[in-house]
């Protein structure tokens, strides 16, 4: 029997608050599948007898099949229905941690952390259901609360696994992934809304629609290369946490997943993120996040204690959360009855990002060592910063010539 979706809701009409909380929570869970590597690598590339540059690999994997599971799996979103749509996906994304956890060497592991980043991505399904089902005035607000889930799950997660890799075994993490999907595909059976999809069209012409919203949307590109490279630098940094601490402070899995309830600064500051892209706009909330980027990587480099590292992990997390909810309410209001289409297109970019990032940051660790790894992260968020200064004066420059025109035509 399919959940009706009250209007009454005095929060948010249409939407309940516990279903917003429930599917936020959903992307927090689906998500941190693709992060639980992270605080592990120095235990993995030990395992497999790996160098550091090797052992990047995998993280680079998860982030890519994540950004190739949107290209090829969110577009459904616009012709499926989505709450079937995303059960399923889940059931598949168990079975490959289950696999995964057995893998007899680093190449097959590689090949699991991509397969599970692909079937990872059913968190970027719920976001634009979610905004849809919003009000037009609180849609900031819900892409907020949705990526509090999100990025709640990307932290917490690298804690888990940073806790359960050190008393047992980064393979046991897989299983206990697996065994929270298949938890979490239970809960969701008949919680979710059910919603008919509003596009009709076959796979094939779907795929080949991207091009063309990518062609009618030249707004899209701008917020796509910022959030590809502020989310780049976020993963080099991730990519790099745990080989620092061994190298730095002789510091295990347990102590690098830690940084992941420092980074909960990050989550918690989602909601107001979303609120002062509502109030002052996105383009001022992503220059504010980009500037606190900036600085969280001069803090990591010139001071480099665990304070250093505790005050800089909460100003990049502030920073590459603002950017994304920011930009990513931005990019779903485009064009309403394509929503998963530009969310693919959006995140692709992001992931890609992330997946650049992640391996520029092991080699950057491997030639320069963390001097370097903050060099890298400082020149992607200064690049990101560069173009959206660019754009934004462009479109100044577009909007005081456009009343001139039309006075001449008249």
């Known amino acids: 029997m399919d959940t009706k979706i009250p209007s009454s809701d005095p929060v948010r009409p249409g939407l309940p608050r516990r279903t917003l909380w429930l599917m936020a929570a959903t992307c927090g869970v689906c998500v941190a599948n693709i992060c639980y590597n992270q605080p592990l690598l120095g235990n993995i590339a030990t395992d497999f007898h790996a160098t550091a540059a090797q052992a990047g690999w995998v993280a680079m994997a998860s982030q890519a099949g994540y950004g190739l599971g949107l290209l090829l799996l969110l577009p459904l979103g616009d012709i499926l229905e989505r709450t079937r749509l995303v059960q399923a996906i889940i059931l598949l994304c168990t079975a490959f941690l ?38 037009v005035d609180q849609r900031g607000q819900t892409v907020g609360v949705m990526m509090t889930g999100l990025l709640s799950g990307i932290l917490l997660a690298r804690t888990l696994a940073g806790f359960v890799g050190a008393h047992l075994g980064w393979r046991a993490m897989y299983l206990l992934g697996a065994l929270m999907m298949l938890a979490l595909a239970g809960l969701l059976q008949g919680r979710l809304p059910k919603h008919p999809p509003r596009v009709r069209l076959s796979y094939g012409r779907l795929m080949g629609s991207l091009w063309q919203v ?126 998963s289409r530009l969310n693919t297109l959006y995140m692709v970019a992001r992931f890609a990002g992330g997946a650049v990032g992640a391996l520029a940051g092991a080699y950057a660790w491997s030639y320069g060592r963390w001097p370097a790894v903050c060099v890298v992260a400082f020149a992607m968020n200064a690049l990101a910063l560069g173009v959206h200064w660019f754009a934004l004066r462009r479109r100044a420059r577009t909007a005081d010539l456009e009343p001139q025109g039309s006075t001449q035509a008249a």
């Open 214 to 339: 990518l062609r009618a949307q030249p707004r899209l590109w701008r917020p796509s290369i910022v959030t590809a490279l502020s989310f780049g630098s976020f993963s080099v940094f991730w990519t790099c946490l745990a080989f620092y601490m061994e190298a730095r402070f002789h510091r295990g899995a347990a102590a690098t997943g830690l940084f992941g309830l420092v980074g909960l600064a990050g989550a918690l500051a989602a909601p107001q993120a979303g609120r002062l892209a509502d109030r002052r706009g996105p383009a001022f909330a992503v220059v504010i996040a980009l500037a606190a980027s900036l600085a969280a990587f001069v803090v990591m480099n010139v001071w480099s204690t665990i304070p250093g590292l505790v005050i800089g992990v909460v100003l990049m997390d502030v920073g590459v959360q603002t950017v994304q909810v920011s930009e990513q309410g931005t990019v779903l209001a485009l064009m309403p009855e394509a929503r």
């Open 98 to 135: 289950a696999l995964t956890s057995f893998a007899p060497g680093l190449d097959l592991f590689i090949v699991g952390n991509l397969l599970i980043g692909m079937t990872a991505m059913a968190s970027q399904i719920l976001i634009p259901f979610a905004v849809e089902l919003s009000p």
